[in-house]
């Protein structure tokens, strides 16, 4: 896959997926017959054939803002190439990004966890496996592959599995614990190109971090998390919790001393091992404190929430709350689909051993579920759940006397340059 872009026709008209920046951008069938059209035919000859005069300026404006963003080619082509799955009709033809558990064992035992108790015995999807379910993400515009466990580098056949998603043309992105970075692995991580690359850590300082994570496991975080930042850009991702809430500030510090491009900062989710651990749990003034002096670090801080995902909001107008079934999907270590991860096994719509990935997003029962769920409800349906047992539930955070400003559910920061 050598094309910079890919349309993916869609019921409203298209995305276009950018592989270089992992964005995705959504059109109204209007400027998708131009996009489509550019493959053939320039964009400038297809402006000059339109005889009304103001119709023909507006797409003169919109062709020069395409073109400012690179998807045009010098001789106004369109710089991609088109795809066209099977239709649906109100929903995405695939998700934006997919969460595939590559393992279930991990060389530590937070706390937190949302994985739960590991080891899980379950019997993990092969490379053939593998490499069969990438081909279908990639042929329903599925590109953004999110990498996790347990610990994913405990895999011994995890760069393997990278490279079969790169050749793909997928965009995978990889969290990981740091633990077992070597000065090889870091040049394994620098020598392929990640959507991203996310460390886990969970305080600023020893006392704070090793009070989740373990005993002796600060001060390997930081030294392989600099090895990892002198090979390839490395974001180090931030769990907060009641305990580290007042220590954000510090962690975007963290993150700048140890040569990472950026922080991300999510709150703790009542999922996994964290029903053992609810001391744990932010609320929601905790994490609003938190992020509203994060926000106030000028120029670097960007700020997502519930209402305002740029991708759901463009691609999914309708849609109140997360993006479980509508934009995004999660696969087990063995298999197993989910609309999210943190729902647990009772929203689990079938296993792609069995079923091709795409007939499970366009009919599993949970998805269908979550999707209509999504047109009348905000917030977690995670959170929902736990707080009232049930799946259309209030999330607590949510609500608007819980205070919290509707942007402030996840906050990025940049530490140098662009992440």
């Given at each position: 896959?050598?094309?910079?872009?890919?349309?993916?026709?869609?019921?409203?008209?298209?995305?276009?997926?950018?592989?270089?920046?992992?964005?995705?951008?959504?059109?109204?069938?209007?400027?998708?017959?131009?996009?489509?059209?550019?493959?053939?035919?320039?964009?400038?000859?297809?402006?000059?054939?339109?005889?009304?005069?103001?119709?023909?300026?507006?797409?003169?404006?919109?062709?020069?803002?395409?073109?400012?963003?690179?998807?045009?080619?010098?001789?106004?082509?369109?710089?991609?190439?088109?795809?066209?799955?099977?239709?649906?009709?109100?929903?995405?033809?695939?998700?934006?990004?997919?969460?595939?558990?590559?393992?279930?064992?991990?060389?530590?035992?937070?706390?937190?966890?949302?994985?739960?108790?590991?080891?899980?015995?379950?019997?993990?999807?092969?490379?053939?496996?593998?490499?069969?379910?990438?081909?279908?993400?990639?042929?329903?515009?599925?590109?953004?592959?999110?990498?996790?466990g347990g610990e994913p580098t405990l895999r011994r056949d995890f760069f393997e599995l990278v490279d079969l998603a790169l050749g793909h043309g997928l965009s995978p992105a990889v969290t990981?614990?740091?633990?077992?970075?070597?000065?090889?692995?870091?040049?394994?991580?620098?020598?392929?190109?990640?959507?991203?690359?996310?460390?886990?850590?969970?305080?600023?300082?020893?006392?704070?971090?090793?009070?989740?994570?373990?005993?002796?496991?600060?001060?390997?975080?930081?030294?392989?998390?600099?090895?990892?930042?002198?090979?390839?850009?490395?974001?180090?991702?931030?769990?907060?919790?009641?305990?580290?809430?007042?220590?954000?500030?510090?962690?975007?510090?963290?993150?700048?001393?140890?040569?990472?491009?950026?922080?991300?900062?999510?709150?703790?989710?009542?999922?996994?091992?964290?029903?053992?651990?609810?001391?744990?749990?932010?609320?929601?003034?905790?994490?609003?404190?938190?992020?509203?002096?994060?926000?106030?670090?000028?120029?670097?801080?960007?700020?997502?929430?519930?209402?305002?995902?740029?991708?759901?909001?463009?691609?999914?107008?309708?849609?109140?709350?997360?993006?479980?079934?509508?934009?995004?999907?999660?696969?087990?270590?063995?298999?197993?689909?989910?609309?999210?991860?943190?729902?647990?096994?009772?929203?689990?719509?079938?296993?792609?051993?069995?079923?091709?990935?795409?007939?499970?997003?366009?009919?599993?029962?949970?998805?269908?579920?979550?999707?209509?769920?999504?047109?009348?409800?905000?917030?977690?349906?995670?959170?929902?759940?736990?707080?009232?047992?049930?799946?259309?539930?209030?999330?607590?955070?949510?609500?608007?006397?819980?205070?919290?400003?509707?942007?402030?559910?996840?906050?990025?920061?940049?530490?140098?340059?662009?992440?």
């Amino acid at each position: 896959m050598s094309a910079p872009f890919t349309l993916v026709e869609e019921w409203f008209g298209s995305r276009v997926y950018d592989h270089a920046a992992g964005r995705t951008l959504a059109f109204d069938p209007a400027l998708t017959a131009l996009l489509v059209g550019a493959l053939d035919r320039s964009v400038g000859e297809q402006i000059d054939a339109i005889a009304d005069g103001p119709t023909r300026e507006r797409y003169a404006r919109a062709a020069e803002a395409l073109y400012a963003d690179g998807l045009f080619t010098y001789d106004l082509r369109f710089a991609g190439r088109v795809l066209r799955p099977p239709r649906t009709q109100g929903f995405l033809t695939g998700p934006l990004s997919v969460h595939l558990e590559v393992t279930a064992h991990c060389d530590l035992a937070c706390a937190h966890c949302f994985a739960g108790e590991l080891p899980r015995a379950e019997r993990p999807l092969g490379l053939a496996d593998l490499d069969r379910l990438f081909a279908e993400l990639a042929s329903l515009g599925s590109f953004r592959l999110n990498l996790s466990g347990g610990e994913p580098t405990l895999r011994r056949d995890f760069f393997e599995l990278v490279d079969l998603a790169l050749g793909h043309g997928l965009s995978p992105a990889v969290t990981t614990n740091a633990m077992r970075v070597t000065p090889a692995m870091a040049k394994a991580f620098g020598g392929r190109k990640l959507l991203w690359l996310n460390v886990s850590f969970d305080g600023a300082s020893r006392a704070t971090h090793e009070a989740i994570r373990g005993p002796e496991t600060f001060d390997t975080l930081c030294e392989n998390t600099r090895r990892l930042a002198a090979e390839t850009p490395v974001t180090l991702a931030f769990t907060v919790m009641r305990h580290n809430a007042h220590e954000l500030e510090a962690a975007a510090a963290l993150a700048r001393e140890l040569g990472a491009v950026g922080a991300v900062f999510r709150p703790m989710y009542p999922v996994g091992k964290a029903l053992s651990n609810r001391h744990l749990l932010p609320s929601v003034d905790d994490y609003d404190r938190a992020t509203q002096a994060l926000g106030a670090l000028s120029g670097c801080a960007t700020r997502y929430g519930p209402r305002q995902r740029a991708a759901a909001s463009e691609l999914d107008p309708d849609t109140l709350g997360c993006g479980a079934g509508s934009t995004q999907a999660s696969i087990t270590v063995g298999g197993r689909v989910n609309p999210c991860g943190y729902l647990g096994a009772a929203f689990e719509a079938g296993t792609v051993r069995d079923t091709p990935f795409g007939q499970i997003w366009r009919e599993g029962e949970s998805f269908r579920q979550l999707r209509a769920l999504h047109r009348t409800l905000g917030g977690c349906r995670a959170r929902a759940l736990d707080h009232t047992g049930r799946v259309d539930g209030d999330d607590p955070w949510d609500a608007p006397s819980a205070g919290l400003h509707p942007d402030s559910m996840l906050v990025q920061i940049r530490t140098k340059g662009r992440p």
